[in-house]
């Protein structure tokens, strides 16, 4: 790799990079863009002859252009925008793409052929090496936009590592519910470390919404109407997001790339700058094209491969993860709210009191540091380094963002702190090994199981249970891989074979559920939301509804153990009773044991108002206990009382 070492901007390193309007972009010369049928099985340029059908059909050509398999098994472009392809069936056929690439590159005027080296760099250094001779630069000082932009990113990327980064879950935005990656490339030196991560450079893809109507956002989104684009900036920027505005711990893995391999996949960027990728929610989204990237740069991994319907970006860390070779070292970078978390453990009862006094001082609006007096400086510094990291939770305060609540106390308090003349250790906080995303089961789930209902005076009813479940993980499964405090179950759908008779026992395309604590200083809300279908008995007793819950959760005895009480409301139609509505309260007691097992337990009722039927009270009870015996298999137990049936069942899933 050329040693490109003139820093520069990264302001005009964005502007390098930036989406561009109108026709600044340089296509290839009209000739290039011609019919390639006469070229045949050999193309010749000159004094060269070139095999395309054999380069075309090559496993790199192909991750260069983005292809990936579609429905019928054919590979075509991931890519949207027709300027990323010279030849007019680009999108779907390699060798006329190479073609068009060979000639743009070798004929037309010396400007047209320079703006086409520019634009296609990731091509000019794949061809160069495996047609080993090197394509002429026929106008070097070419100040075509392309060529201005391209020169730019040559001078301002200098990096010979990358790694794949994930942002931790996060409820707080439906985009951001199945987690985010992005990747990071960073120049490091022969010790292994970089002059500062911050200065690194994030790559990231995501829509660009084109409507702000609610109502229309999730089916434009699901339905790839939105645009989307790749962007490349500093690293902090994305730190400032995930980890200060958004307080989402990020999972840092360190991919053992060597330095061609990451130059390629850079080059690849640059082609794919200004370029549109229509944006699916559940399959072309931002871990798609995360893990296209990293198959340019070593196309044996066929990463884009394994993901032929819907691309979870937690399971794309999972996959990556468990690829033999693929990751060197994993690394933990923790949310201004676990940071401020940790020193406020680590305080004594004392530093702790003085602590919420200052706080509470400042909720009456009579805040003063004057209790501070009587600490030493070592715990004065210790109260003051937590206070700080309070704010900037808080406020959830990023880069040159000023505090609004805390405007006034803030300087006084950084004031304070630099009088001290005194320096903090530094903040090791542990990395939270059960929540590390690449131990997660894989999302899909196939389940088969058994039930029994029994009822007063009537003999008992068995049937056989069919499941299945794209995504993800709910709270009654473990808490490997998500955490102990929210769960998402998509698109689940279970039958019920009774009698030579199938029903469907439930549907529910979402189903979102979380239980958080409050944390010293952060209060937590528990809620839940579901919409679908699901039978209330053993069979015959279907409702549709859409169901929402608030509340609070506590902590038991141990630090993932939970106690929910929320109330809720559902509305719907019954097959019976017609429309109704519903409220109601209920309660959870949820308690992992390790990685591998959980037992949850929740009571509720409801009464329910409808348009057939007079108002009745509805009782449920359920318990169940699950168990991973062995990978990927889980084994669930569950006894549910509902009015007055006993309801028993046994479930065993598959996960792949």
């Known amino acids: 790799m050329t040693a490109w070492r003139t820093f520069i901007p990264f302001s005009r390193l964005m502007l390098a990079l930036m989406p561009l309007t109108g026709n600044l ?37 192909h991750k260069i252009l983005f292809y990936a398999p579609t429905w019928m098994l054919r590979k075509k472009s991931l890519v949207d925008d027709p300027r990323f392809f010279l030849s007019e069936h680009g999108k779907s056929n390699a060798e006329e793409e190479l073609k068009a690439t060979l000639r743009a590159f ?14 296609y760099p990731a091509r000019r250094l794949w061809l160069e090496q495996k047609l080993k001779r090197a394509f002429e630069d026929p106008q070097p000082k070419n100040s075509s936009d392309v060529c201005q932009r391209f020169n730019i990113f040559k001078k301002s990327v200098q990096a010979n590592k990358a790694s794949l980064i994930f942002s931790s879950y996060y409820p707080g935005n439906p985009g951001s519910l199945f987690g985010h990656t992005l990747l990071k490339f960073a120049k490091v030196n022969e010790a292994g470390t970089s002059g500062n991560e911050l200065l690194d450079f994030g790559l990231n893809h995501a829509a660009q919404p084109t409507t702000s109507n609610p109502l229309l956002y999730a089916p434009m989104g699901l339905s790839g109407l939105f645009p989307g684009f790749i962007s490349f900036m500093p690293y902090y920027v994305k ?16 991919l053992d790339l060597n330095t061609e391999e990451v130059r390629l996949a850079l080059l690849a960027v640059f082609e794919l700058s200004t370029h549109r990728v ?40 999972r996959v990556v993860h468990n690829k033999p070779g693929l990751v060197a070292q994993v690394k933990f970078r923790a949310s201004n709210v676990r940071r401020f978390l940790q020193l406020e453990e680590r305080l004594t009862d004392e530093e702790r009191r003085i602590f919420n006094s200052l706080i509470e001082s400042k909720k009456n609006a009579n805040f003063d540091l004057q209790s501070l007096n009587k600490l030493t400086p070592e715990q004065k510094m210790h109260v003051i380094d937590t206070i700080l990291e309070y704010i900037d939770a808080d406020e959830q305060l990023t880069g040159t963002k000023e505090p609004v609540k805390w405007v006034k106390e803030r300087p ?3 004031k304070f702190r630099a009088q001290l003349g005194l320096t903090s250790a530094p903040l090791k906080i542990p990395k939270p090994e059960q929540e590390a995303p690449h131990k997660a089961y894989p999302p899909t789930r196939f389940s088969l199981g058994s039930i029994t209902a029994l009822s ?19 709270l009654d499964n473990p808490v490997a891989g998500m955490g102990a405090d929210l769960g998402i179950a998509f698109f689940n759908l279970e039958y019920l074979v009774h009698r030579k008779k199938i029903w469907l026992r439930e549907f529910t395309p ?61 509305l719907g139609n019954d097959a019976s009773g017609g429309l109704f509505i519903e409220p109601g309260l209920s309660g ?41 015996p062995v990978l990927p298999v889980e084994i669930d137990f569950s006894t549910a009382f509902i009015n007055k049936d006993l309801i028993l069942s046994a479930r065993a899933s598959w996960y792949f």
Request: one cysteine or more; hydrophobic letters at 40%; charged letters at 20%.
């Open 25 to 61: 972009m340089a296509t290839a010369s009209p000739n290039a863009q011609s019919s390639v049928a006469a070229l045949g099985a050999a193309t010749h340029l000159g004094q060269l002859s070139v095999d395309t059908e054999l380069l075309a059909n090559t496993e790199q050509w």
């Open 106 to 119: 070798n004929e037309g005027s010396p400007s047209e052929r320079q703006e086409a080296l520019c634009k």
């Open 239 to 254: 730190v400032q997001e995930y980890n200060n505005a958004e307080s989402r711990d990020l999972w840092e893995y360190e």
């Open 278 to 317: 229509d944006y699916f929610y559940f399959d072309d989204n931002c871990s798609l094209i995360m893990l296209a990237f990293i198959d340019i740069a070593r196309p044996s991994l066929q990463l884009v491969e394994k993901f032929n319907a819907w691309v979870i970006p937690g399971d794309t860390v």
């Open 412 to 414: 006084e308090i950084l």
């Open 456 to 474: 007063a005076n009537l003999s008992p009813k068995n049937g056989i249970l069919l499941g299945w479940r794209p995504a993800l993980h709910t």
């Open 510 to 570: 979402l189903g979102i559920e979380t239980i958080p604590v409050d944390r010293p200083q952060f209060s937590a809300v528990s809620w839940g939301f579901s919409a679908g279908y699901k039978q209330r008995c053993f069979a015959g007793c279907g409702q549709t509804s859409v169901a929402g819950e608030l509340g609070r959760a506590w902590k038991l005895t141990s630090e993932d153990s939970r106690a929910a009480l929320r109330a809720g409301m559902r």
């Open 588 to 628: 959870l007691v949820n308690i992992p044991f390790a990685n591998d097992k959980r037992w949850s337990t929740r009571i509720a009722m409801s009464r329910t108002q409808s348009l057939k039927k007079l108002p009745y009270w509805n009782r449920e009870a359920q318990t169940s206990f699950v168990i991973r």
